[in-house]
């Protein structure tokens, strides 16, 4: 070995050495005051995180918290929410997606339908629910007399998770406030959530899809019905009845007749 390759390493090993020593005497100072402030009584101190960022600039990333939004009702369009939304890159699915998709539809709907996020078909097309669950979804709105020009669809997240996964829960938070933004801007009667992770998500709670369905919740101050995702009729048409019976309760709770036709949503027999 070299000389200088000799005294480079003692080098090093001295630099080491003195961030051990240093790092040895501070532990040793926390220990010795937190065994002062155990002594005089103090048995837990609290936690705080200074955030990252201050709260405007928290706003102007991820849009205004969802109690400002509440008392936003009316005062935005769909259109200056899709300006905000720009080219989204607020969360890693801005990297990946083909097309972001905001939404179609009637911008003062009665009634607002919110599936999960973009799928292979809507990515590439830009709209919601145009894939196979999407063709369901259609014939459920047909068979409640409207047309998909009549409500409104979107999703709680506006750009396709890589191979359909879940979305994370820091791609939610990133763009949930939009979706509240788009509902508060339409102010419909009410909204039907689709499919488990939008329920879940929407109502901030974990319990499963089939004890949630058939039963009006509240999501700030609009009745929000959840029900099966059409995909998981396209895998158990059997569920098509229960979605048939709580599109019924969503017709009347927005003053709508039921169709008078003998089937319902999607061919399910009416009773
Ligand atoms: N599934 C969803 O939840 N949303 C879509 O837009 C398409 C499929």
């Known amino acids: 070995m070299s000389n200088t390759l000799i005294q480079n390493t003692a080098n090093v090993k001295g630099a080491v050495a003195g961030v051990a020593e240093e790092a040895e005497s501070v532990l040793a100072s926390v220990k010795a005051y937190l065994a002062d402030l155990s002594e005089s009584g103090v048995d837990e101190l609290p936690l705080t995180v200074s955030p990252l960022v201050s709260a405007a600039e928290r706003d102007m990333l991820l849009g205004p ?13 769909l259109d200056m929410i899709r300006l905000d939304l720009g080219d989204c890159r607020r969360c890693q699915l801005g990297n990946t997606r083909t097309n972001l998709v905001f939404g179609v539809g009637n911008p003062n709907a009665r009634l607002v339908f919110v599936g999960e996020g973009p799928g292979r078909d809507e990515d590439l097309q830009g709209e919601p629910f145009v894939g ?5 979804l259609t014939k459920i709105i047909e ?11 979107c999703n709680v997240v506006k750009c396709r998770p890589p191979q359909n996964r879940d979305p994370l829960p820091s791609e939610i938070e990133a763009c949930s406030s939009f979706m509240l933004r788009q509902v508060k801007a339409i102010n419909p009667s009410a909204i039907v959530a689709l499919g488990k992770f939008a329920a879940q998500t929407l109502l901030g709670v974990k ?40 599109m019924k309760q969503v017709m009347k709770k927005i003053g709508m007749e039921l169709p008078a036709q003998k089937t319902g949503a999607a061919g399910v027999e009416q009773p």
Not at 143 to 153: C, F, N, P, Q
Request: aromatic fraction near 8%; hydrophobic fraction near 40%.
């Open 207 to 246: 319990t499963p899809i089939s004890r949630l369905r058939g039963a009006f919740q509240d999501y700030h101050g609009i009745p929000l019905m959840p029900t099966f995702h059409p995909a998981a009729l396209l895998r158990d048409p059997a569920l098509k009845r229960d979605v048939w019976e709580d």
């Open 143 to 153: 068979a409640m007399g409207l047309t998909r020009s009549d409500v409104y669809i």
């Open 132 to 136: 196979e669950a999407g063709k369901l």
């Open 65 to 77: 918290p969802p109690d400002i939004i509440d008392g936003m009702a009316g005062a935005e369009t």
